[in-house]
């Protein structure tokens, strides 16, 4: 038997780290939402929250950015 589907599927939010040459690891949270007519996720936004030091791992010593200049 099939799942049931849902009208107003839910929204799930991760933390993604991706890591640079020069050491620091940029954090960016994401928030995506199942698509049943491609039958995967699909990116809604993306907002990055800072940066680590190298060789830092936890979230507490995030440097905020810099706004970006328009």
């Given at each position: 038997m099939s799942r049931p589907r849902s009208d107003t599927p839910k929204e799930h939010t991760s933390i993604i780290r991706a890591?640079?040459?020069d050491g620091w690891t940029y954090v960016q949270r994401v928030?995506?939402?199942?698509?049943?007519k491609i039958k995967n996720s699909r990116r809604?936004?993306?907002?990055?929250?800072?940066?680590?030091p190298p060789g830092e791992t936890d979230?507490?010593?995030?440097?905020?950015l810099e706004p970006r200049r328009r």
């Open positions: 890591k640079r040459k928030v995506s939402v199942y698509d049943p809604i936004s993306t907002e990055t929250l800072g940066k680590l979230l507490e010593k995030l440097v905020p």
